[in-house]
């Protein structure tokens, strides 16, 4: 699975989804051979001539703050989280379970247990002929002569001075006497952190439940958990085995307590649950039925997910109610509406019923007293009180279904639910004309600097229709998490949702979690990272938290004067590459004009597609839009140069620059269409275009060319063997230098001010406060601030974090400072 998701391999499959995306162009591979043929109407995004309309400082806006012209008062719904299980998040994340496969049925084979014992004296089987009876556990391991070892989810966090709760199911087999011996243990086996015995191992499948207590040890990750038999020689069985810490409140089959404790800060209202992609499922059968997830875990088999693993459905239903009950929020119900990821549907009409009915049950099982069936159900899962519940969606995402068929599966389900629940809002996912909606889902995935410029989308909004749920969003730049750009476009973005939440009742950013190993990730930009053992905040996740705990009660009406703009500048790492085209690169180099920029070895780079490397040879397969990459967003102005060389195939050469991640970069396409042309083109996330007007070139087969890309600024200049083929000088493309929201905590007075600097100015911006009684307020507040391209991870957690700010006294027409690149909230109370 690769680490950063390439559009290919995203499931983003209209082309032409007006709504909700940014960029409504989606990019299919196809797409890249029509757009040298629409690049004239391209032309507009682009200016010819440099422009200097660019603002050199931010000095002259002033902010006023109107606390006598109150706009609306802010949704108590509005900050909240959404979830679902992408990026190992809840298998591997928040999910404490350390043993990763319980049920066995992640594949064929044992995968994740392995024998314990000389190599060849013995075996660990997958056995599919003894399950457990009254159990889901229809898969066991046969261990011969030898133990077996669990390798948890990347490793096992063992921790001082903790006691861990564990239960297998076990049976003798042939040859077996003694017992068994469980212990935690380091990943080689050669240090034992904590054992304990485990006898009665008879003829048939019992139960048996054991503690682990370490000692004053020190913490680690590089762990596993073994069960070994105390006598040599004979086989047994395992089945189910299962291992906790301690948990977020001492839940039993609960929560990390690290990333509870991290949501927990960013005080959200609710948790859109349980996707995504998730709740649809690849395929109907495989779609998330709550069902199927509740009750004792013995019971839970997990199911197939939508991201490339399986789900052991521990974090089952109930668990994500749980979830919201520790977290003090609402769930927003999100309910299967009879549309998979693989496009089958299920059309409005009795076929649609009985998902109509488990959508019923479930909101039963969610608010039904114990009087009720699903109620009862869920009081002897062991919670007789009801959760409250204010909001149900139906389906995710639905646009994406081109059968036409939402309407009148919105209807049934909106009928269904209403009749019975009339209190209930209900969500729908895509614009439907058969019934109103109470509320309309928005997603928005797009580079920071979109983000910010959607900072306006909402101010002139039709108000006379649904109210809007912006249920995922985020800034795409830097990955597995998201860097301080993103956080920027984040803060931006936010201001605009908060002025405007009298009609955007409710806001979630997703993905929420990634687990930080290779190989655990598809999406890019994830809210908190982690592994075993520790975990982070991305600067995004900072600005959640900084606007989450500073809402205030109701928006002001804000004036900026003098606003000014500011150009985000365009960096990015290079790299090769070829569309079902086979071409040899060598002698690749990069050189900012005064020195060569190192780049790492060419095997170690970034690649989609088959690469073969020999030296610092890179040879493409033949596949579509295969990628060779390297480098990072701290470079700008800098010359690419390559030798390059066709061998096979339709096309040409491929030369990425200004790359951001898979989703976001420049390329010069040196024989498109064909080999007929040259085009240098933009991948924006969902939208592939070209950015200049392309230019006839036919390349020859086995001869070498030389290639040069120039960048400086806003310019691009591409030479083939020594002639000049593209001269671009792009748009700056200004956005906002300052973006900002004020509120009022009407009891106090309290006056909360929200400014973004997305300018690499420092800033000092005159408040003035006009209708306020008081005269005087006392300030005290916090600020985010740092590089571009600085992200937080497991080695440094804390290099962006917001800075609380010294308390002072403030008059109105004082200056707030910005420092270059910040988010800043300010809160002044009347003195
Ligand atoms: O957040 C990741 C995915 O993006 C969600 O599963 C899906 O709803 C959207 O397309």
Redesign the pocket.
Known sequence: MPKTPDPEA???RVEDFPVRFANPKVYSPMAMSRVAARSEMNMKAILLAFTSLLATSVLAQTIIVHVDRPLHPISPTFFGM?T?E?NHAYDGGLYAELLQNRTLQDDDKPTHWSFIGPEGSGSVDLDTTHPVPDTAYSRCLKVRNGGVANEGYWGMAVLPKTTYHGSFYAMAGPGFSGSLSVSLTSADGTQTWATAQIGGIKNGWKRFDFTLKTANIAASQANRFAITPTEKGGSFFIAGATLFPPTYKNRANGNRSDLMAKMADLNPSFLRLP????LEGNNLASRYNFKDTIGPLSGRKGHPG?WGYRSSDGLGFLEFLEWCEDLKCQPVLAVFAGYALNGEHVAAGPGLQPYVQDALDEIEYVTGDTHTKWGAIRAANGHPKPFRLTYVEVG??DAFDRSGSYDGRYTQFYDAIKTKYPKLQIIATAPVKTRRPDVLDD?Y?SPAREMAKLAKKYDSYDRSGPKIFVG?WASLEGGPTPDHKSALGDAAFLTGLERNSDHVVMESY??LFTNMNRGAAQ?NTNLIGYDALNSFGSPSYWVQSMFGKNTGDTVLTTDVLTPTQTAVPFTGGIGVGSNETQVEYKDVTVTDGIRFIPLADVSKWQKRGDWTIDGSHLTSGLGRNDRATTGDLSWADYTLQAKARRVSGKEGFVVVFHSIDGRNFWQWNIGAVGNTESVVQRQEVWDFRAVAPSTKLKLEDDRWYDIKVELKGESIRCFLDGSLVHEIHLDPDPIDAVYSSATLVKSTGEIILKLVNFSDKPTQLPARIVGSSAGSFRSTGWVMSGALGDQNNLQEPTKVIPRELPARMFKSGDRIDLPPYSIVVVRLKPA
């Open positions: 995203v499931p983003k959404m679902e992408i996707g995504g992609n998730y939508t995710n995402e997603h995935y995922e997703a993905p999406w």
